[in-house]
């Protein structure tokens, strides 16, 4: 009896994890050029917010980022970066707004895909029992992996189409060989048969 209880802790370790990897949001957004787009998330004091963003389609990837606090002072500024990673332990309570902006394209939409995950602040960390300690670890490190994940995602997704613009242009690029070339030997066949051709003067 005793022995199937001892394992409720283990289990009820494993469901809090999981389930707290599940409070990480993903999205993936498209910025139009010349407009930005904003966020908001409410936190109280000595709350953690983690925000991880890749830029992964649209002109030079690259995409200008920043965090502000409830007093629109900003905690993080990004310049044209096409990854970035920015953390911060909320001040005060409030709502705290983060924006992607593509103001500085005239043309080109950026596609942008991004994390968002926090830890609530618990005031009487230090006398946490092991267990939710070691399960705070766990769930910091299951969002660093998906974060990691996300990252090779868009990674991947740039080169796949770096690969398909490439093989599109070596497409188009032979066509055109192509079409020279038989314009050049038909050029050449014409020419070289008014060599052959019997002028009459009448």
Request: proline content about 2%.
């Amino acid at each position: 009896m005793n022995h199937r209880w001892a394992r409720w802790p283990t289990l009820l370790a494993i469901f809090i994890v999981l389930f707290v990897s599940n409070l990480v949001v993903a999205h993936t957004i498209e910025v139009p050029a010349s407009q930005k787009e904003c966020f908001f998330e409410d936190l109280h004091a000595h709350d953690q917010m983690t925000v991880t963003y890749q830029v992964g389609g649209g002109g030079h990837l690259d995409i200008d980022f920043w965090l502000a606090d409830p007093m629109g002072i900003a905690q993080v500024k990004h310049s044209k970066q096409s990854t970035g990673t920015a953390e911060i332990t909320a001040k005060r309570d409030g709502r705290y707004e983060y924006c992607f902006s593509n103001v500085m394209s005239t043309i080109a939409d950026k596609v942008v895909s991004f994390n968002v995950h926090g830890v609530m602040y618990v005031a009487d960390d230090e006398h946490m029992a092991p267990v939710e300690k070691e399960i705070r670890r766990l769930a910091q490190g299951l969002q660093a992996v998906k974060d990691e994940q996300e990252y090779i995602v868009v990674r991947e997704r740039v080169h796949r189409n770096t690969a398909e613009s490439s093989n599109e242009r070596v497409m188009w690029w032979s066509i055109i060989q192509a079409v020279l070339l038989f314009m050049v030997c038909a050029w050449q066949v014409y020419y070289l048969k008014s060599f052959f051709e019997v002028k009459r003067v009448i």
